[in-house]
């Protein structure tokens, strides 16, 4: 744990890229976790030949389940889901606690291309109505707990804040921002994306211990989800509405030093960064072993050309198989 209130934003090691931040204002009684992503995001979406908008709604939405995912307190998974009517009908997002991500979005070519044309390719569009479900899985031997929120027009940055509002009862402000960058290089030029984000919460001194971030619980103690709200918290979401979307993607501006912007005042503390990191958990014997509970039906069915072939949405690994594995 580290005061950058009293050493200052350049006298510690920043946490860099892929790696989220967790802080506390304790001021404030706010906690929260901020990352700026660069090389992991870029890899993930480079996997797929996305048109810009869903890259941009994808990138959105790995960065949430990054911020959310990386508060759990064990291992396990967290799924960020969308079932929508839009043109970009399904958002999964898959996080493990050993800081491996994997993201896939399943769009029509044709309906995005035309919102696009007409300038209409905002997130909130392009996702359309439908539903959000958030899926906490701690393993085998333990219950799911998931968590659903409608889509009606509304952002993922609104769309966290209904959550939490509904669901956790915990005051929260999330703040998302993803940009493609162009840069020249041997000549020509270098696509890549960048990514950030924010998450406060409001958590008083006296509710720690017994409240946790995910999954829900009751309100913290002295605030009343219906009454008015604590002067800590408005000087909070006050202080984070400043941020600007750049802020929140700029490499010249780390994380700890938006921190330190916004609330050295106060005394901001942060802890050991948790790296993140784009990978596919996907494997042949995973896959091996879902075809071997297939009957002998499903896997004549699933044939082709003499051999199953099974390719991974996220990442786009391709297996193929001897049908007579499955038929002996």
């Known amino acids: 744990m580290v005061d950058i209130e009293t050493l200052g934003p350049g006298s510690i090691d920043p946490a860099g890229d892929d790696a989220v931040l967790p802080f506390e204002v304790n001021g404030l009684d706010v906690r929260g976790r901020a990352i700026q992503m660069g090389p992991a995001l870029s890899a993930l979406l480079a996997r797929h030949d996305y048109p810009l908008p869903v890259s941009k709604l994808l990138g959105e939405a790995v960065v949430l389940a990054v911020l959310l995912g990386s508060s759990l307190k064990f291992e396990g998974q967290f799924l960020l889901q969308t079932q929508t009517d839009g043109p970009v009908d399904m958002l999964v997002v898959d996080y493990r606690t050993s800081g491996d991500i994997r993201a896939y979005a399943r769009f029509n070519k044709e309906r995005v291309a035309e919102m696009d044309k007409d300038g209409l390719s905002k997130p909130e569009l392009l996702l359309g109505k439908g539903i959000l479900a958030m899926t906490i899985d701690q393993g085998e031997f333990s ?110 501006v780390p994380v700890e030093r938006l921190l330190y912007r916004l609330f050295h005042e106060r005394g901001v503390r942060v802890f050991d960064p948790i790296p993140v990191r784009e990978k596919c958990s996907c494997s042949r014997d995973r896959i091996q072993g879902v075809l071997s509970s297939f009957s002998a039906e499903e896997i004549t069915d699933s044939i082709e050309d003499g051999e199953i072939s099974v390719t991974c949405e996220f990442c786009g690994a391709k297996y193929d198989f001897d049908p007579q594995e499955f038929l002996g």
């Open 143 to 252: 219950s799911r707990y998931q968590g659903i929120v409608q889509l009606d027009g509304v952002s993922l940055e609104e769309v966290a804040h209904i959550y939490f509002a509904q669901s956790e009862q915990i005051p929260t402000l999330v703040r998302l921002g993803v940009a493609e960058m162009i840069t020249r290089e041997d000549g020509g030029t270098a696509h890549s994306w960048r990514a950030g984000g924010m998450m406060v919460q409001f958590l008083p001194q006296a509710s720690i211990g017994v409240q946790r971030d995910l999954p829900g619980g009751d309100a913290p103690e002295g605030h009343d989800a219906d009454g008015e709200e604590a002067d800590e918290w408005a000087e909070a979401v006050s202080l984070v509405s400043t941020v600007q979307d750049h802020e929140l993607i700029d490499p010249e």
